[in-house]
């Protein structure tokens, strides 16, 4: 297994994701997007995959980094079957911008 390169997986909030595109091009990554669903981050995501060596990990973790916004959310209250005015009040929720998975390369093949 090849421990020189790198897959970055990282899951962007879509509030932030133009911006991160845009550094992470002007920064010499290239990327590929791809849209997502799930439950990572409540105002929708989309998924962006980045192959590098791994000496360029930690500048593209900081160009994403510096490129997404740490935001608080309002939601609605839990769902329960107990009744109370408590359970339907808003929540605020602290979100992250994306999340990020670095993991080795075992194989880059181009065709």
């Not at 791809?34 to 590098?52: E, M, N, R």
């Not at 959310?73 to 107990?82: A, D, E, R, Y």
Request: glycine share 8%; net charge neutral.
């Amino acid at each position: 297994m090849s421990d020189y390169l790198k897959l970055v997986i990282t899951i962007i909030s879509n509030s932030d994701v133009e911006r991160v595109m845009n550094e992470i091009g002007n920064n010499g990554y290239s990327a590929t997007k791809i849209s997502t669903t799930g439950q990572f981050l409540i105002d929708g995501h989309t998924a962006i995959l980045i192959v590098c060596d791994k000496e360029r990990v930690p500048k593209l973790i900081e160009v994403i980094k510096g490129s997404v916004t740490k935001r608080t959310l309002k939601t609605h209250g839990v769902t329960s079957t107990i009744h109370g005015s408590l359970l339907k009040q808003s929540v605020d929720v602290e979100e992250y911008g994306g999340i990020a998975f670095v993991v080795p390369v075992e194989e880059f093949l181009k065709f």
